[in-house]
Antibody
Framework: QVQLVQSGAEVKRPGASVKVSCKAS????????IHWVRQAPGQGLEWLGWINPNTGVTSYAYTQHFQGRVALTRDTSISTAFLDLTRLRSDDTAVYYC????????????????WGQGTMVTVSS | QSALTQPRSVSGSPGHSVTISCTGT?????????VSWYQQHPGKVPKVMIY???KRPSGVPDRFSGSKSGNTASLTISGLQAEDEADYYCCAYVGSFTLMFGGGTKLTVL
């Protein structure tokens, strides 16, 4: 079946980096944007960005909080998207989700129909 | 970019209807029809309920409907059921290939 499976929970020190993976199966990985969304404990959803797995083109949220710290990449040979977050801070503690765009490329719909199970990233000294 | 504003909480009795609003600006919701709504139960992954303002994915009950007027999008749930109690988030395209979520609304079924 169509699914996104993410890597396991991570615990990091402030200033470190984390790389979260999102493996797609059951559909053509290069046919749909992958978005990344995070949710801090007890807080709402926050959109981080998307990657076009076919071209590698990305778009990121215009949030000063993330400027230069987040990078989205993909490896089409293993149908996997990655989120890299550097210079971690305590307020980066959150569940990070990958989600598939509902629209078949080139027509993105900017809605998310398939979600990964989430990856808890804890930043603590 | 401005935030998308949702009420913090709404409530309704079983069988009744509730509407959750999502207010943006003339630069986002006011011009684009990429508005989606997500339901999230505690500890669960969000689920899309509405996309493209008013389209319902297969499997979503027709009690859920979406609309837009000016800079405000709305999610209406009719015939409220206990299982509808959850957090609801709007998400909109805000230009320059970027998206934004609203702050979320907690729905309580009385």
């Amino acid at each position: 079946q169509v699914q996104l499976v993410q890597s396991g929970a991570e615990v990091k020190r402030p200033g470190a980096s984390v790389k979260v993976s999102c493996k797609a199966s059951g559909y053509s990985f290069t046919g749909y944007f992958i978005h990344w969304v995070r949710q801090a404990p007890g807080q709402g959803l926050e959109w981080l960005g998307w990657i076009n797995p076919n071209t590698g083109v990305t778009s990121y949220a215009y949030t000063q909080h993330f400027q230069g710290r987040v990078a989205l990449t993909r490896d089409t040979s293993i149908s996997t998207a990655f989120l890299d977050l550097t210079r971690l801070r305590s307020d980066d503690t959150a569940v990070y989700y990958c989600a598939r765009d509902q629209g078949l490329l080139p027509a993105a719909i900017y809605a998310f129909d398939i979600w990964g199970q989430g990856t808890m990233v804890t930043v603590s000294s | 970019q401005s935030a998308l504003t949702q009420p913090r909480s709404v409530s309704g009795s079983p069988g009744h209807s509730v509407t959750i609003s999502c207010t943006g600006t003339s630069s986002d919701i006011g011009v684009y029809n990429y508005v989606s709504w997500y339901q999230q139960h505690p500890g669960k992954v969000p689920k899309v309920m509405i996309y493209d303002v008013n389209k319902r994915p297969s499997g979503v009950p027709d009690r859920f409907s979406g609309s837009k007027s000016g800079n405000t999008a709305s999610l209406t749930i009719s015939g409220l059921q206990a299982e509808d109690e959850a957090d609801y988030y709007c998400c909109a395209y805000v230009g320059s290939f970027t998206l934004m979520f609203g702050g979320g609304t907690k729905l309580t079924v009385l």
